[in-house]
Protein backbone atom coordinates (compact mmCIF):
# COMPACT_ATOMS: atom_id res chain seq x y z
CA UNK A 1 0.00 0.00 0.00
CA UNK A 2 1.43 3.68 -0.79
CA UNK A 3 0.98 6.51 1.68
CA UNK A 4 0.63 10.07 1.02
CA UNK A 5 3.39 11.17 2.54
CA UNK A 6 3.74 15.21 3.44
CA UNK A 7 6.69 16.05 0.72
CA UNK A 8 4.45 14.84 -2.02
CA UNK A 9 1.45 16.58 -0.65
CA UNK A 10 0.10 18.28 -3.59
CA UNK A 11 -0.09 21.68 -5.08
CA UNK A 12 -2.48 24.62 -4.14
CA UNK A 13 -3.36 24.71 -7.79
CA UNK A 14 -3.55 22.30 -10.60
CA UNK A 15 -0.90 23.26 -12.91
CA UNK A 16 -1.50 22.77 -16.52
CA UNK A 17 1.91 24.49 -17.74
CA UNK A 18 4.46 26.65 -15.88
CA UNK A 19 5.55 28.12 -20.10
CA UNK A 20 2.79 29.62 -21.36
CA UNK A 21 2.17 32.64 -23.89
CA UNK A 22 -0.62 35.08 -23.22
CA UNK A 23 -1.79 36.25 -27.02
CA UNK A 24 -3.06 39.67 -25.95
CA UNK A 25 0.05 41.10 -25.24
CA UNK A 26 2.45 42.93 -27.50
CA UNK A 27 5.29 40.01 -28.77
CA UNK A 28 7.80 42.58 -27.35
CA UNK A 29 5.89 42.06 -23.92
CA UNK A 30 5.07 38.57 -24.13
CA UNK A 31 6.94 36.33 -21.62
CA UNK A 32 6.08 32.67 -20.41
CA UNK A 33 3.97 32.80 -17.81
CA UNK A 34 1.97 29.84 -15.60
CA UNK A 35 -0.96 28.37 -16.77
CA UNK A 36 -2.62 26.89 -13.37
CA UNK A 37 -6.75 26.99 -12.20
CA UNK A 38 -6.37 27.61 -8.40
CA UNK A 39 -7.84 25.34 -5.58
CA UNK A 40 -10.51 28.20 -5.07
CA UNK A 41 -11.89 28.55 -8.52
CA UNK A 42 -15.61 29.38 -9.20
CA UNK A 43 -15.44 28.33 -12.70
CA UNK A 44 -16.45 25.15 -14.47
CA UNK A 45 -13.71 23.59 -17.28
CA UNK A 46 -14.40 23.23 -20.81
CA UNK A 47 -11.93 21.06 -23.03
CA UNK A 48 -12.30 20.71 -26.67
CA UNK A 49 -9.78 18.24 -28.78
CA UNK A 50 -10.25 15.46 -31.17
CA UNK A 51 -8.57 12.05 -31.21
CA UNK A 52 -5.24 11.54 -29.91
CA UNK A 53 -4.97 15.30 -28.84
CA UNK A 54 -4.54 14.96 -25.44
CA UNK A 55 -7.39 15.34 -23.60
CA UNK A 56 -8.24 11.90 -21.55
CA UNK A 57 -4.41 13.19 -20.25
CA UNK A 58 -5.68 16.40 -18.70
CA UNK A 59 -8.42 14.80 -17.27
CA UNK A 60 -6.46 11.78 -15.85
CA UNK A 61 -4.30 15.25 -14.05
CA UNK A 62 -7.10 16.83 -12.76
CA UNK A 63 -8.40 13.71 -11.32
CA UNK A 64 -5.77 12.37 -10.14
CA UNK A 65 -5.06 15.38 -8.30
CA UNK A 66 -8.71 16.10 -7.05
CA UNK A 67 -8.52 12.78 -5.22
CA UNK A 68 -5.26 13.58 -3.69
CA UNK A 69 -6.52 16.96 -1.86
CA UNK A 70 -9.23 15.37 -0.76
CA UNK A 71 -12.19 16.44 -3.01
CA UNK A 72 -15.51 14.39 -3.97
CA UNK A 73 -15.51 13.11 -7.35
CA UNK A 74 -17.66 11.86 -10.02
CA UNK A 75 -16.49 10.38 -13.36
CA UNK A 76 -18.85 9.65 -15.79
CA UNK A 77 -16.73 8.48 -19.01
CA UNK A 78 -18.81 6.36 -21.89
CA UNK A 79 -15.62 4.68 -22.72
CA UNK A 80 -14.14 2.53 -20.11
CA UNK A 81 -10.93 1.75 -20.98
CA UNK A 82 -8.54 0.28 -18.22
CA UNK A 83 -4.95 0.84 -19.85
CA UNK A 84 -2.39 2.86 -17.71
CA UNK A 85 -3.59 6.31 -19.76
CA UNK A 86 -7.63 5.69 -18.79
CA UNK A 87 -9.13 7.27 -16.03
CA UNK A 88 -10.41 4.58 -13.84
CA UNK A 89 -6.62 3.50 -13.44
CA UNK A 90 -5.42 6.77 -12.24
CA UNK A 91 -8.20 7.66 -10.65
CA UNK A 92 -7.55 4.05 -8.43
CA UNK A 93 -4.24 4.82 -8.53
CA UNK A 94 -4.96 7.77 -6.50
CA UNK A 95 -6.95 6.50 -4.23
CA UNK A 96 -4.65 3.96 -3.17
CA UNK A 97 -1.77 6.73 -3.02
CA UNK A 98 -4.50 8.69 -1.01
CA UNK A 99 -5.52 5.72 1.31
CA UNK A 100 -9.54 6.63 0.18
CA UNK A 101 -9.90 3.14 -1.32
CA UNK A 102 -13.10 2.99 0.99
CA UNK A 103 -14.63 5.91 -1.18
CA UNK A 104 -13.79 4.37 -4.68
CA UNK A 105 -17.13 2.74 -5.88
CA UNK A 106 -17.03 1.82 -9.66
CA UNK A 107 -20.55 1.84 -11.60
CA UNK A 108 -20.71 0.01 -15.33
CA UNK A 109 -24.12 0.53 -16.80
CA UNK A 110 -23.19 -2.69 -19.20
CA UNK A 111 -22.55 -4.91 -16.58
CA UNK A 112 -25.28 -4.27 -13.63
CA UNK A 113 -24.70 -6.98 -11.19
CA UNK A 114 -20.97 -6.20 -10.54
CA UNK A 115 -21.95 -1.95 -10.37
CA UNK A 116 -22.31 -0.01 -7.03
CA UNK A 117 -25.74 0.64 -7.42
CA UNK A 118 -27.63 4.24 -5.80
CA UNK A 119 -31.05 5.55 -5.95
CA UNK A 120 -31.07 8.69 -7.48
CA UNK A 121 -34.34 9.65 -6.39
CA UNK A 122 -33.85 9.10 -2.67
CA UNK A 123 -32.25 12.31 -0.55
CA UNK A 124 -30.73 12.40 3.03
CA UNK A 125 -33.35 15.21 3.52
CA UNK A 126 -35.52 15.75 6.41
CA UNK A 127 -39.24 15.99 5.68
CA UNK A 128 -41.11 18.38 2.80
CA UNK A 129 -37.24 19.02 1.52
CA UNK A 130 -36.85 15.81 0.27
CA UNK A 131 -39.87 15.06 -1.42
CA UNK A 132 -39.19 18.33 -3.54
CA UNK A 133 -36.17 17.31 -4.79
CA UNK A 134 -37.88 14.33 -6.00
CA UNK A 135 -40.09 16.40 -7.93
CA UNK A 136 -37.81 18.64 -8.88
CA UNK A 137 -35.55 16.12 -10.25
CA UNK A 138 -38.45 14.87 -12.40
CA UNK A 139 -39.07 18.37 -14.28
CA UNK A 140 -35.74 18.94 -14.67
CA UNK A 141 -35.73 15.85 -16.67
CA UNK A 142 -38.20 16.46 -19.05
CA UNK A 143 -36.95 17.64 -22.04
CA UNK A 144 -40.42 18.20 -23.81
CA UNK A 145 -41.61 21.70 -23.23
CA UNK A 146 -39.07 24.83 -22.75
CA UNK A 147 -41.87 27.17 -21.74
CA UNK A 148 -41.66 28.14 -17.66
CA UNK A 149 -45.84 27.56 -17.59
CA UNK A 150 -45.47 24.03 -18.52
CA UNK A 151 -42.53 23.39 -16.24
CA UNK A 152 -44.63 25.01 -13.35
CA UNK A 153 -47.79 23.07 -13.76
CA UNK A 154 -45.16 19.77 -14.65
CA UNK A 155 -43.90 20.59 -11.08
CA UNK A 156 -47.69 20.68 -9.79
CA UNK A 157 -48.59 17.44 -10.86
CA UNK A 158 -45.25 15.84 -9.50
CA UNK A 159 -45.25 17.19 -6.22
CA UNK A 160 -48.91 16.21 -5.72
CA UNK A 161 -48.33 12.98 -6.90
CA UNK A 162 -45.36 12.89 -4.43
CA UNK A 163 -46.87 14.44 -1.25
CA UNK A 164 -49.93 12.26 -1.92
CA UNK A 165 -48.15 9.19 -1.86
CA UNK A 166 -46.05 10.00 1.15
CA UNK A 167 -49.31 10.85 2.93
CA UNK A 168 -51.29 7.54 1.72
CA UNK A 169 -47.52 5.44 2.97
CA UNK A 170 -47.44 7.35 6.86
CA UNK A 171 -50.62 6.80 7.35
CA UNK A 172 -50.32 2.62 6.96
CA UNK A 173 -47.44 3.61 9.07
CA UNK A 174 -44.83 2.29 6.95
CA UNK A 175 -41.67 4.41 5.32
CA UNK A 176 -42.14 5.77 1.95
CA UNK A 177 -39.61 4.90 -0.47
CA UNK A 178 -39.04 6.55 -3.95
CA UNK A 179 -37.76 4.09 -6.08
CA UNK A 180 -38.35 4.01 -9.81
CA UNK A 181 -41.05 1.85 -9.61
CA UNK A 182 -42.63 3.56 -7.49
CA UNK A 183 -42.44 6.38 -9.46
CA UNK A 184 -43.70 4.26 -12.45
CA UNK A 185 -46.41 3.40 -10.64
CA UNK A 186 -47.57 6.89 -9.14
CA UNK A 187 -47.23 9.39 -12.39
CA UNK A 188 -49.51 7.51 -14.26
CA UNK A 189 -52.53 9.51 -16.01
CA UNK A 190 -55.01 6.85 -13.75
CA UNK A 191 -53.29 6.70 -10.70
CA UNK A 192 -52.87 11.01 -10.06
CA UNK A 193 -56.49 11.50 -11.64
CA UNK A 194 -57.98 8.68 -8.93
CA UNK A 195 -55.74 10.52 -6.27
CA UNK A 196 -56.91 13.96 -7.24
CA UNK A 197 -60.39 12.63 -6.73
CA UNK A 198 -59.78 11.41 -3.40
CA UNK A 199 -58.41 14.30 -1.66
CA UNK A 200 -60.60 16.38 -3.28
CA UNK A 201 -63.93 14.66 -2.12
CA UNK A 202 -63.17 13.19 1.40
CA UNK A 203 -62.89 15.67 4.35
CA UNK A 204 -59.44 15.14 5.46
CA UNK A 205 -59.05 16.23 9.13
CA UNK A 206 -55.59 16.66 9.66
CA UNK A 207 -53.61 19.85 8.66
CA UNK A 208 -51.07 17.10 6.53
CA UNK A 209 -54.29 15.81 4.76
CA UNK A 210 -56.05 19.59 3.95
CA UNK A 211 -52.88 21.20 2.45
CA UNK A 212 -52.54 17.99 -0.26
CA UNK A 213 -55.95 18.28 -0.94
CA UNK A 214 -55.58 21.60 -1.67
CA UNK A 215 -52.39 20.38 -3.97
CA UNK A 216 -55.41 18.45 -5.56
CA UNK A 217 -57.57 21.02 -6.37
CA UNK A 218 -55.17 23.38 -7.92
CA UNK A 219 -54.60 19.65 -10.51
CA UNK A 220 -58.23 19.47 -11.19
CA UNK A 221 -58.28 22.87 -12.23
CA UNK A 222 -55.65 22.46 -14.96
CA UNK A 223 -56.52 22.05 -18.50
CA UNK A 224 -57.23 19.04 -19.69
CA UNK A 225 -55.19 19.02 -22.25
CA UNK A 226 -52.25 20.30 -20.54
CA UNK A 227 -52.66 17.88 -17.88
CA UNK A 228 -52.39 15.05 -19.90
CA UNK A 229 -49.55 16.52 -22.13
CA UNK A 230 -47.79 16.80 -18.68
CA UNK A 231 -48.87 13.27 -18.27
CA UNK A 232 -48.03 12.05 -21.14
CA UNK A 233 -44.34 14.09 -20.89
CA UNK A 234 -43.81 12.08 -17.22
CA UNK A 235 -44.56 8.68 -18.67
CA UNK A 236 -42.19 8.78 -21.61
CA UNK A 237 -39.30 10.35 -19.24
CA UNK A 238 -40.55 7.08 -16.61
CA UNK A 239 -40.31 4.68 -19.91
CA UNK A 240 -36.60 6.31 -20.82
CA UNK A 241 -34.86 6.23 -17.55
CA UNK A 242 -36.14 2.71 -16.17
CA UNK A 243 -35.32 0.56 -19.33
CA UNK A 244 -32.87 -2.40 -18.96
CA UNK A 245 -29.75 -1.49 -17.23
CA UNK A 246 -30.72 1.57 -15.77
CA UNK A 247 -33.25 -0.02 -14.16
CA UNK A 248 -31.06 -2.79 -12.64
CA UNK A 249 -28.60 0.17 -11.17
CA UNK A 250 -30.99 2.69 -9.74
CA UNK A 251 -34.01 0.44 -8.51
CA UNK A 252 -32.32 0.24 -4.60
CA UNK A 253 -33.65 2.06 -2.19
CA UNK A 254 -30.77 3.94 -1.05
CA UNK A 255 -28.19 6.48 -2.46
CA UNK A 256 -24.98 6.10 -1.10
CA UNK A 257 -23.53 9.02 -3.03
CA UNK A 258 -25.20 11.26 -0.96
CA UNK A 259 -25.60 9.73 2.53
CA UNK A 260 -21.92 8.93 2.34
CA UNK A 261 -21.10 12.83 2.40
CA UNK A 262 -24.33 13.38 4.49
CA UNK A 263 -22.55 11.82 7.12
CA UNK A 264 -18.91 12.96 6.60
CA UNK A 265 -17.53 10.17 4.59
CA UNK A 266 -16.29 10.48 1.10
CA UNK A 267 -17.31 9.17 -2.37
CA UNK A 268 -15.30 8.79 -5.66
CA UNK A 269 -17.74 7.86 -8.22
CA UNK A 270 -16.83 6.38 -11.48
CA UNK A 271 -19.52 5.20 -14.00
CA UNK A 272 -19.43 3.78 -17.26
CA UNK A 273 -21.67 4.59 -19.49
CA UNK A 274 -20.96 2.26 -22.20
CA UNK A 275 -21.63 4.28 -25.02
CA UNK A 276 -20.54 1.97 -28.02
CA UNK A 277 -22.72 -1.04 -26.81
CA UNK A 278 -25.72 1.20 -25.79
CA UNK A 279 -25.63 4.43 -27.21
CA UNK A 280 -29.14 5.82 -26.46
CA UNK A 281 -29.39 3.61 -22.70
CA UNK A 282 -25.96 5.49 -22.23
CA UNK A 283 -27.11 8.97 -23.40
CA UNK A 284 -30.36 8.67 -21.07
CA UNK A 285 -28.18 7.82 -18.13
CA UNK A 286 -25.18 10.37 -18.36
CA UNK A 287 -28.16 12.89 -18.90
CA UNK A 288 -29.95 11.46 -15.32
CA UNK A 289 -26.95 11.49 -13.69
CA UNK A 290 -25.93 14.96 -14.58
CA UNK A 291 -29.07 16.56 -13.72
CA UNK A 292 -29.34 14.26 -10.51
CA UNK A 293 -26.38 15.63 -9.33
CA UNK A 294 -26.62 19.55 -10.67
CA UNK A 295 -30.32 19.53 -8.80
CA UNK A 296 -29.41 18.43 -5.40
CA UNK A 297 -26.08 18.19 -4.34
CA UNK A 298 -25.83 21.74 -4.00
CA UNK A 299 -27.50 21.35 -0.66
CA UNK A 300 -25.38 19.12 0.45
CA UNK A 301 -21.78 20.79 -1.00
CA UNK A 302 -23.08 24.61 -0.44
CA UNK A 303 -20.23 25.54 1.70
CA UNK A 304 -22.36 28.44 3.68
CA UNK A 305 -24.10 25.84 5.55
CA UNK A 306 -21.43 24.81 6.79
CA UNK A 307 -21.72 20.70 6.04
CA UNK A 308 -18.94 20.03 4.60
CA UNK A 309 -15.79 21.62 3.55
CA UNK A 310 -14.54 19.57 0.83
CA UNK A 311 -16.12 20.14 -2.84
CA UNK A 312 -17.45 18.16 -5.66
CA UNK A 313 -15.95 17.79 -8.83
CA UNK A 314 -17.76 16.25 -11.35
CA UNK A 315 -15.84 15.34 -14.93
CA UNK A 316 -18.04 14.24 -17.90
CA UNK A 317 -15.85 12.76 -21.31
CA UNK A 318 -18.48 13.66 -24.02
CA UNK A 319 -20.01 15.76 -22.28
CA UNK A 320 -22.44 17.15 -25.44
CA UNK A 321 -24.25 13.19 -25.08
CA UNK A 322 -25.50 14.18 -21.36
CA UNK A 323 -26.81 17.75 -21.86
CA UNK A 324 -30.18 18.81 -23.36
CA UNK A 325 -31.48 23.20 -23.02
CA UNK A 326 -33.30 22.89 -19.80
CA UNK A 327 -30.04 22.17 -18.13
CA UNK A 328 -28.45 25.74 -18.76
CA UNK A 329 -29.81 26.88 -15.77
CA UNK A 330 -29.04 24.29 -13.25
CA UNK A 331 -24.84 24.33 -14.84
CA UNK A 332 -25.18 27.83 -13.69
CA UNK A 333 -26.33 27.82 -10.61
CA UNK A 334 -24.21 24.84 -9.63
CA UNK A 335 -21.15 27.28 -9.54
CA UNK A 336 -22.34 28.95 -6.68
CA UNK A 337 -22.91 25.44 -4.94
CA UNK A 338 -19.28 24.24 -4.23
CA UNK A 339 -19.67 21.76 -7.25
CA UNK A 340 -17.17 21.84 -10.29
CA UNK A 341 -17.82 20.45 -13.65
CA UNK A 342 -15.24 20.04 -16.50
CA UNK A 343 -16.94 18.64 -19.33
CA UNK A 344 -14.73 17.22 -22.58
CA UNK A 345 -15.69 17.00 -26.13
CA UNK A 346 -14.12 16.65 -29.74
CA UNK A 347 -15.62 19.68 -30.96
CA UNK A 348 -18.27 22.29 -30.32
CA UNK A 349 -20.55 21.07 -32.75
CA UNK A 350 -21.87 18.46 -30.84
CA UNK A 351 -23.33 20.71 -28.77
CA UNK A 352 -24.90 22.18 -31.43
CA UNK A 353 -26.66 19.10 -32.24
CA UNK A 354 -27.87 18.19 -28.91
CA UNK A 355 -29.17 21.87 -27.71
CA UNK A 356 -30.18 22.40 -31.14
CA UNK A 357 -28.58 25.77 -32.10
CA UNK A 358 -25.43 27.84 -31.34
CA UNK A 359 -27.40 30.54 -29.37
CA UNK A 360 -28.02 27.98 -26.67
CA UNK A 361 -24.61 26.18 -27.11
CA UNK A 362 -23.17 29.80 -26.35
CA UNK A 363 -25.57 30.12 -23.06
CA UNK A 364 -24.74 26.98 -21.94
CA UNK A 365 -20.78 27.75 -22.36
CA UNK A 366 -20.60 30.74 -21.10
CA UNK A 367 -20.68 29.55 -17.66
CA UNK A 368 -17.26 27.62 -18.02
CA UNK A 369 -14.74 30.61 -17.55
CA UNK A 370 -11.77 28.32 -18.09
CA UNK A 371 -11.63 27.03 -21.70
CA UNK A 372 -9.14 25.00 -23.20
CA UNK A 373 -8.87 24.09 -26.87
CA UNK A 374 -6.37 21.40 -28.04
CA UNK A 375 -5.98 19.82 -31.32
CA UNK A 376 -8.85 19.65 -33.44
CA UNK A 377 -9.78 19.21 -37.16
CA UNK A 378 -13.38 20.96 -37.12
CA UNK A 379 -12.26 23.77 -38.37
CA UNK A 380 -15.73 25.33 -39.73
CA UNK A 381 -17.49 25.36 -36.40
CA UNK A 382 -14.82 24.61 -33.69
CA UNK A 383 -12.53 26.79 -35.16
CA UNK A 384 -14.46 29.65 -35.74
CA UNK A 385 -15.99 29.54 -32.15
CA UNK A 386 -12.31 30.09 -30.69
CA UNK A 387 -11.64 32.60 -33.48
CA UNK A 388 -14.43 34.38 -32.63
CA UNK A 389 -14.32 34.04 -28.64
CA UNK A 390 -10.40 35.62 -29.27
CA UNK A 391 -11.43 38.86 -30.23
CA UNK A 392 -9.72 41.38 -32.07
CA UNK A 393 -6.52 43.34 -31.92
CA UNK A 394 -5.55 46.55 -33.20
CA UNK A 395 -1.68 46.89 -34.83
CA UNK A 396 0.01 49.07 -36.99
CA UNK A 397 0.48 48.56 -40.70
CA UNK A 398 3.10 50.15 -42.82
CA UNK A 399 1.29 50.93 -46.24
CA UNK A 400 3.74 52.24 -49.09
CA UNK A 401 3.14 55.44 -50.46
CA UNK A 402 1.37 56.21 -53.90
CA UNK A 403 4.94 57.65 -55.31
CA UNK A 404 6.32 54.12 -56.12
CA UNK A 405 9.15 52.81 -54.89
CA UNK A 406 11.30 54.30 -52.45
CA UNK A 407 8.83 57.04 -51.32
CA UNK A 408 7.53 56.98 -47.62
CA UNK A 409 5.50 54.75 -45.82
CA UNK A 410 1.99 55.59 -44.35
CA UNK A 411 1.12 53.98 -40.86
CA UNK A 412 -2.20 52.93 -40.29
CA UNK A 413 -4.41 50.81 -37.85
CA UNK A 414 -5.61 47.32 -38.57
CA UNK A 415 -7.72 45.62 -36.93
CA UNK A 416 -6.81 41.62 -36.66
CA UNK A 417 -7.85 38.52 -35.17
CA UNK A 418 -5.81 37.36 -32.16
CA UNK A 419 -6.60 34.25 -33.00
CA UNK A 420 -6.26 33.15 -37.07
CA UNK A 421 -8.92 30.94 -38.28
CA UNK A 422 -7.56 27.43 -39.02
CA UNK A 423 -5.71 27.69 -36.12
CA UNK A 424 -6.65 24.76 -33.96
CA UNK A 425 -6.19 22.37 -36.29
CA UNK A 426 -2.18 23.36 -36.97
CA UNK A 427 -1.87 22.21 -32.97
CA UNK A 428 0.61 19.49 -32.57
CA UNK A 429 -0.41 16.29 -30.35
CA UNK A 430 1.50 15.43 -27.36
CA UNK A 431 4.17 13.30 -28.29
CA UNK A 432 4.75 10.51 -25.17
CA UNK A 433 8.13 9.14 -26.48
CA UNK A 434 9.33 12.52 -25.92
CA UNK A 435 7.07 13.26 -22.79
CA UNK A 436 6.16 16.06 -24.66
CA UNK A 437 2.23 17.65 -24.03
CA UNK A 438 -0.21 18.92 -26.75
CA UNK A 439 -0.26 22.60 -27.74
CA UNK A 440 -3.14 24.68 -26.81
CA UNK A 441 -5.10 27.61 -26.96
CA UNK A 442 -6.82 28.44 -23.90
CA UNK A 443 -9.44 31.23 -22.85
CA UNK A 444 -8.89 31.99 -18.64
CA UNK A 445 -9.90 34.56 -16.45
CA UNK A 446 -8.09 36.65 -14.23
CA UNK A 447 -8.34 39.81 -12.28
CA UNK A 448 -7.85 42.04 -15.49
CA UNK A 449 -9.95 39.95 -17.78
CA UNK A 450 -9.51 36.94 -19.98
CA UNK A 451 -5.92 35.82 -20.76
CA UNK A 452 -5.99 34.26 -24.37
CA UNK A 453 -2.92 31.62 -23.57
CA UNK A 454 -1.22 29.50 -25.47
CA UNK A 455 1.92 26.68 -25.66
CA UNK A 456 2.28 23.37 -24.59
CA UNK A 457 0.51 21.11 -21.68
CA UNK A 458 3.18 19.76 -19.09
CA UNK A 459 3.55 15.95 -19.64
CA UNK A 460 1.16 13.96 -17.78
CA UNK A 461 2.48 10.64 -16.98
CA UNK A 462 0.48 6.96 -17.10
CA UNK A 463 -0.80 5.00 -14.59
CA UNK A 464 1.44 2.56 -12.83
CA UNK A 465 -1.06 0.54 -12.44
CA UNK A 466 -3.42 -1.65 -15.16
CA UNK A 467 -6.83 -2.77 -14.51
CA UNK A 468 -7.63 -6.59 -15.64
CA UNK A 469 -11.05 -8.48 -15.03
CA UNK A 470 -11.70 -5.34 -12.01
CA UNK A 471 -7.97 -6.79 -10.77
CA UNK A 472 -4.85 -4.05 -10.33
CA UNK A 473 -1.69 -5.21 -11.80
CA UNK A 474 1.47 -2.98 -11.02
CA UNK A 475 3.49 -2.37 -14.01
Not at 92 to 105: G, I, M, Q, T
Not at 242 to 249: D, H, K, L, N, T
Not at 327 to 340: E, F, P, Q, T, W
Not at 366 to 392: H, M, P
Request: hydrophobic letters at 40%.
Amino acid sequence: MFRWSKSGSPSSEWIITDRAVDLRKPRARARPEKFAIPDSRRVHILTIGGSGSGKSRLLMDEIRRAVEIGWDLVVIDPKGEMDRSALFPVMFEAALKSNRLEDLAYTDLADPEVSFRFNPFSFPFPGDAGLDEVANLLVAMIEKGKEPFFRQQAFKVCKFAIYAYDYLKRREGKEPTFSISVLQEITTYEWIKSQVEIFTREAMVDPRGKMIALMGGSVAELDPRKFEETISSLSNLMSQISVGSIREIIDVKDNPVFTRPWKGKGILLYIFTASMTLPETSRMFSKLVLTWLLTTAGKIYRRDEGRLKRRLLVVVDEAARAVFPEMINLVDKARGAGIYLHFAAQSIANFDVELGSAAKRNELLANFGTQIFLYCGDDECTGRYVTEKGGTVVLPEVVKGSGGLGADGIVREKEVYVIRPGAISTLEPPDQERNLGGQFIAFTPDKKGVRVLTGRVKHIPSANIRIKGMKTVRV
